[in-house]
């Protein structure tokens, strides 16, 4: 079992930064990969970022390649999402998640297994 939870969303104007931390309990930690994924008002909940259980690969989705970056640190059972240029359409609730599967699915929200109760983020134009 792995618990999730979200910190770090808010408001900020286009153009800004946010960092989004995700902190996991459990001892396995390293055992996941983790994903990034938000949920825009009205739209399906799709995939941002993923990093494989040791850090060593990433993925991201084309509309957030060059501005986000994931990343983990699996002494402290955190993983990360630095976002830079911010733009009105990063406006969703994004959400961590763990998978049993490697990152070569990290694309498929189907793939996880346990999910936090997300962090609001909204930037103004």
């Known amino acids: 079992q792995v618990q999730l939870v979200e910190s770090g969303g808010g408001l900020v104007q286009a153009g800004g930064s946010l960092r989004l931390s995700c902190a996991a309990s459990?001892?396995?930690?390293?055992?996941?990969?983790m994903g990034w994924f938000r949920e825009a008002p009205g739209k399906e909940r799709e995939f941002v970022a993923a990093?494989?259980?040791?850090?060593?690969?990433?993925s991201y989705a084309d509309s957030v390649k060059g501005r986000f970056t994931i990343s983990r640190d699996n002494a402290k059972n955190t993983v990360s999402l630095q976002m830079n240029s911010l733009k009105p359409e990063d406006t969703a609730v994004y959400y961590c998640?763990?998978?049993?599967?490697?990152?070569?699915?990290?694309?498929?929200?189907?793939?996880?297994?346990?999910w936090g109760q997300g962090t609001r983020v909204t930037v103004s134009s």
């Open positions: 990093i494989s259980r040791g850090g060593g690969s990433t």
């Open positions: 998640a763990a998978s049993r599967s490697s990152i070569a699915t990290g694309w498929d929200k189907h793939k996880y297994d346990y």
């Open positions: 459990g001892r396995t930690f390293s055992s996941y990969a």
